[in-house]
């Protein structure tokens, strides 16, 4: 059931992207006249349609459907969707429109100004849509994180061997100061950080950071966690501990004389005891105690934690437009320096490179409007951020060609568009077939 659920996000996602973005070309393309052959949901490989508008079932109900100019339908294969744009070398490979005398309503017979235009629109429309929800998600329910500041880092095996230390407190990598505490990994990787420097107890430290770790940083989530103190709040009414002497405010420093620091400290020790008693030493203002606790099966005592501050911010509706803008650019920005990982091969950061697998992992295991926006927006960006790589199938290599025909006044040939358009989606299947190989490795591990 929980993986149906993914699947179908995964799917509704996808295809408002894929609208989203195509909507753009076919918004442009009408604007200057251009006709528009066909909008597609998915591809219609081998003409197989799941559904189209000049089907006979569709035209029957809609008579005047077949005469529209525009096609539109819902084709098999889930790997994106398209406009064809009459007069354009598209994906499609389809060079018998080319043969005819130029057309006023193709593509090819426009202004390369306008038909840039045609080809940004797609990644416009992805960056629009993508501010509006983020202005959407600070308006209702705004922004909250834990801060990095005063918050002390619990590290794993690769932190550690990078000479992270749990209890240190990150206050700055190279001249950037982290303002929140989830992204400092994300932070180390995108920044290219070469040192960091930390509070470690009350001496000052710099940490220089080894440049070829940061390929194991982006394939190892969890080097900060945030380490939490072993502080009670309240015990639960179902705690085998409920009406014990344990207040609001006790630290457990130790268990049965093992050192527990933090609440990661704790659960080895817990576990090992787990259907028995144990003795925590408790840290009461300036007084030391000894208290017997029970543990469940589970390896649990029953408290509820003092847990760190979390910073959160609510906006007015005027403020929500500033603020889900600055969130889109951010997102933006982090996903440039991401991409900018990916192609430098020493990071190794290609591997962290996903399908669709990887993208259902990141949905909820059931519905959560707050994620689902969240993640249509960062989905957003990254389509755009994508399209606009200067790859000849993409959209970024079309505007590239444009942009070269609009400062040499030099119109490349048909043979050279074909060419590079086959080239481009050569690449394309390549990157397919590494990030499907990807999945199938983590899958696997």
Request: charged letters at 20%; proline letters at 4%; one cysteine or more.
């Amino acid at each position: 059931m929980v993986v149906l659920v993914k699947i179908l996000q995964v799917i509704l996602a996808l295809s408002v992207l894929i609208i989203i973005h195509e909507a753009g070309h076919f918004t442009f393309a009408k604007l200057f006249g251009i006709r528009v052959d066909k909008f597609f949901l998915f591809f219609d490989a081998g003409g197989f349609k799941l559904f189209s508008t000049k089907g006979k079932f569709f035209t029957k109900l809609f008579p005047k459907a077949a005469s529209w100019e525009t096609e539109y339908g819902i084709g098999w294969l889930p790997l994106g969707g398209y406009c064809k744009i009459a007069g354009m070398i598209d994906e499609s490979m389809d060079l018998e429109g080319m043969k005819r005398d130029p057309q006023p309503w193709e593509f090819r017979t426009h202004r390369p100004w306008q038909r840039l235009l045609v080809m940004a629109g797609g990644v416009l429309y992805n960056f629009i849509f993508a501010v509006i929800a983020f202005i959407i998600l600070a308006g209702i329910w705004g922004d909250a994180y834990v801060p990095n500041e005063g918050n002390c880092i619990y590290v794993n095996e690769l932190s550690e061997e990078m000479g992270f230390r749990t209890g240190d407190r990150i206050l700055a990598f190279d001249n950037y100061v982290p303002e929140d505490f989830s992204m400092l990994q994300a932070d180390l990787a995108r920044r290219n950080v070469r040192k960091a420097t930390v509070l470690r107890g009350t001496d000052t430290l710099d940490i220089y950071i080894d440049q070829s770790l940061i390929g194991a940083v982006l394939q190892n989530p969890g080097m900060f966690d945030l380490a939490v103190p072993f502080v009670v709040d309240s015990l639960m009414t179902d705690s085998p501990n409920y009406g014990s002497d344990l207040r609001h405010g006790d630290r457990i420093a130790a268990i049965d004389s093992i050192a527990v620091p933090y609440v990661q400290d704790s659960r080895a020790v817990l576990e090992a005891r787990a259907g028995g008693t144990a003795v925590a030493t408790v840290l009461r203002d300036a007084d030391t105690l000894s208290v017997p606790l029970q543990v469940d099966s589970a390896g649990h005592v029953g408290v509820y934690l003092v847990m760190p501050e979390v910073i959160r911010r609510d906006y007015t509706a005027l403020q929500a437009i500033p603020a889900g803008a600055k969130m889109a650019w951010e997102s933006v920005a982090g996903y440039v320096r991401d991409l900018r990982l990916v192609f430098t091969p020493r990071t190794k950061a290609y591997k962290s490179v996903g399908s669709f697998i990887a993208i259902g992992q990141v949905f909820p295991s059931s519905w959560n409007s707050y994620q689902f926006l969240y993640l249509l927006a960062i989905l957003s960006i990254m389509l755009g951020v994508m399209n606009l790589l200067p790859i000849p199938a993409l959209d970024g290599g079309h505007i590239l060609i444009c942009l070269f025909e609009m400062l040499t006044g030099r119109k490349p040939g048909e043979k050279f568009l074909v060419v590079t358009q086959f080239i481009g989606m050569i690449l394309l299947l390549l990157l397919m077939i590494l990030a499907f190989g990807n999945d199938i490795a983590r899958l696997i591990k």
